[in-house]
């Protein structure tokens, strides 16, 4: 893990972004050439410390005079950028942990994105950084760009605008260039960050500890994050629940919505990628909010700013106001398909607003086209909307007017700004002078309708960060070597964890079976191989059901040995588990794994051997309790017979839901990677739950051994 990423009031932010002194290794005399923009921006944007270019075959650069080496500058330095190749960034690190650097920053790329020996490059540079108590931004980074400070200590050519305006969001990007498209496109929309980072590799400092550090900057009100992979789990967490008690939002856009993009992700970072639905979980539960749209994130701050969840109200509909029918419609169909009510005035509300002359229709759409787009139409309906408490959120939508008149339905708007109801506007024409006038007045304006759904959707959806439960490392005495357990050893770790399991008897592969095994059957039964090298018995033909006799037994094992011996030659067959049929009320799949990205992770879905193809599941972050199993159960459509589906018996939630909590006490088990029961039958209420089929997966060196 990346050193002290959990480290809070963090020394190193003023090095890092409020350098008094900062030297460039690489700094080029070709003002045309990636390595001379440091010293170009720095100068270019009125940075006010003392720079030292540094290049040891030149005595000036770019008119000013250069530094043979980091040894012989005169005096302290606070930030050293290290613009030269792959090849001499590390003697460069070594270099400025000898002259006392506080932080150091390495462009160069060709680390741990590509392989091992770059992963061991890498280490190697943050080593060598911890030794000398230096911090370490990158490699494989942009560089820091902080518009309130003028320091634009970067190499990212978006720094040849000719301005950086000042704000109070912090953006801190896992991809480079991405801190210039930010600068750029929110610039021309009037829109100023507080400073912009571009972390590279994280092999020290990383999104979790420059947010963490950053949370207590009396100029930074909220952050925006560029994620393509959750590296530190502990330092993000860290780092979202202090932003929630600060009271400063954290919004993020997050690749790896599509196998596509989780690869890109893999190729770009070399970090594991996991399952996106475990990584919007972990989001949500660090008090993170996830967005869908790039525009949304910089244009979504303002709707969070001074916000909380707490004063949220989304159990209340949304209210579109709309000086265009078409352009109104185009956000009400896009909240909707996000799940956001819409809806329009109460008949009370628009009694109010004909008492005034303004005639509104009642249905979803607050339209006013037809009364006109006035400065006193849009003033007296935003207004009464917003004062009267029956909705979450209010979204104005102007048309054509928003171009070329903005007095007449934008000004409303901006006058309304910092009303305790969340107030969005989403211009439809072309509009930039509206954009920027209520940029400028603190007001969330949207240049799509789906962004402009995006950022509402998220802001009423966003939690406060999960407090985890805590619960105890379950006693399990694993096996040493790791690997996968077969169903026999699978069924002992559920049962130590409380998980009851179906009675099972062992009968041979081949050879005779003894009358008293099968006497004891209560019939029908299941048959199933037992093999730690067949996880998936179906597909090799290993399970045969519903067998009346023991005749039938026999002729069943036959059949199975014989199709698992055919597909799997190599595997090692232990025996044949016979298993009495067992029935319920539903089937469900209750499965635990550490995902890549977000850690431990429990899921719930219906059962069987379809499972996978119903897309049907519900997911949270290990370990749970037995009330948020039960939530979980309610998200799974396919478990509604659990709980009495249209007035049917239901089964027994409560122990389904003990059952998924058990199983989520794994996280705290470091030995075991993954573990899955498919099914888990659900019987009728007070009648428990059985396991039928478990597999459990150990890591390579589990923590116990036996």
């Keep these: 893990m990346p050193q002290s990423q959990v480290e809070n009031g963090a020394p190193f932010l003023d090095a890092l972004i409020r350098p008094r002194a900062v030297a460039l290794v690489g700094a080029s005399d070709n003002p045309k050439a990636t390595p001379a923009r440091p010293l170009r921006y720095l100068r270019a944007h009125g940075y006010s410390g003392t720079v030292y270019p540094v290049n040891p075959r030149r005595g000036t650069v770019l008119g000013e005079r250069a530094w043979p080496a980091l040894s012989d500058i005169p005096g302290p330095v606070d930030h050293v950028y290290i613009v030269v190749g792959t090849d001499l960034a590390e003697k460069a690190v070594e270099e400025a942990a000898a002259a006392g650097a506080r932080v150091v920053t390495v462009l160069a790329d060709g680390f741990a994105e590509t392989g091992a020996e770059g992963a061991e490059r890498q280490r190697r540079l943050a080593e060598t950084a911890r030794a000398a108590g230096m911090r370490l931004l990158g490699p494989n980074s942009m560089g820091v760009i902080s518009c309130n400070a003028r320091t634009a200590l970067s190499v990212n050519a978006a720094l040849d605008t000719d301005r950086l305006l000042p704000g109070r969001i912090m953006a801190l990007s896992q991809s480079g260039s991405l801190i210039g498209t930010l600068l750029s496109r929110a610039q021309a929309r009037g829109i100023g960050w507080s400073s912009l980072i571009s972390v590279g590799n994280e092999a020290d400092l990383g999104v979790g500890s420059i947010g963490l550090a950053a949370v207590e900057e009396e100029d930074v009100d909220g952050f925006v994050l560029f994620l393509e992979t959750l590296r530190d789990r502990e330092g993000l967490r860290a780092f979202g629940e202090a932003a929630a008690a600060a009271g400063k939002p954290v919004l993020a856009y997050k690749l790896g919505r599509s196998d596509a993009g989780r690869e890109l992700a893999v190729s770009h970072t070399g970090a594991l990628v996991g399952s996106d639905a475990a990584a919007d979980r972990f989001l949500e539960d660090a008090g993170i909010v996830r967005l869908e749209q790039f525009e949304a994130l910089f244009e979504s701050p303002s709707l969070f700013r001074h916000r909380k969840p707490s004063m949220l109200r989304p159990d209340r509909p949304v209210a579109v106001v709309t000086t265009t029918g078409g352009g109104g419609a185009m956000v009400v169909d896009r909240l909707g398909s996000l799940g956001i009510t ?225 597909k799997m030659p190599d595997a090692a067959l232990s025996g044949i588990m016979v298993q009495p049929m067992m029935h319920g009320v539903a089937e469900a799949l209750v499965g635990y794994r550490v995902d890549p990205e977000a850690g431990p992770v429990v899921t719930l879905a219906t059962g069987g051997r379809l499972a996978e193809l119903w897309q049907d599941a519900s997911l949270r972050t290990a370990p749970v309790t037995r009330d948020e199993a039960a939530a979980m159960i309610g998200e799974v459509r396919g478990l509604s017979p659990v709980l009495g589906y249209r007035g049917l018996p239901p089964g027994d939630a409560a122990a389904l839901a003990a059952a998924i909590a058990a199983l989520s006490t794994l996280a705290n088990e470091p030995g075991v990677m993954e573990a899955e029961i498919n099914p888990l039958i659900v019987r009728a209420a007070g009648d428990g739950v059985l396991a039928v089929d478990g597999l459990v997966q150990l890591t390579t060196t589990p923590s116990v051994d036996t």
């Excluded at 934008?410 to 509009?431: K, S």
């Excluded at 959806?461 to 096996?479: I, N, S, Y």
């Excluded at 008293?516 to 067949?534: C, G, N």
């Excluded at 996880?535 to 059901?545: F, N």
């Design 342 to 566: 819409v809806d329009g005035p109460s008949p009370e509300l628009r009694a109010r607003f004909a008492e005034d002359g303004i005639r509104i229709s009642a249905g979803r759409l607050t339209d006013v086209t037809l009364a006109g787009a006035r400065y006193e139409t849009m003033m007296t309906v935003l207004k009464g909307l917003l004062d009267s408490g029956e909705f979450s959120a209010v979204v104005a939508v102007v048309g054509s007017s928003a171009q070329f008149h903005p007095d007449l339905a934008v000004q409303p708007i901006v006058d309304l700004a910092g009303h305790p109801t969340p107030l969005a506007a989403f211009m439809v024409p072309q509009a930039d002078a509206s954009l920027a006038a209520l940029a400028a007045a603190g007001v969330p304006a949207f240049r799509t309708a789906e962004s402009c759904a995006d950022g509402l959707a998220a802001l009423l959806r966003w939690k406060t960060p999960r407090t985890m439960p805590d619960t105890a490392r379950p006693a399990l005495g694993l096996p040493s070597g790791g690997g996968v357990l077969d169903e026999a050893r699978s069924s002992e770790l559920l049962t130590a964890l409380g998980i009851p399991v179906v009675t099972s008897a062992l009968i041979p592969v081949d050879g005779e079976v003894p009358e008293e095994t099968t006497d004891r059957l209560a019939w029908p039964v299941a048959a199933k191989i037992l093999s730690q090298d067949i996880p998936h018995k179906t597909e090799a033909g290993g399970v045969v059901l519903d067998i009346a006799d023991r005749n039938g037994l026999l002729a069943a094992r036959d059949r199975i040995v014989e199709s698992v011996r055919r």
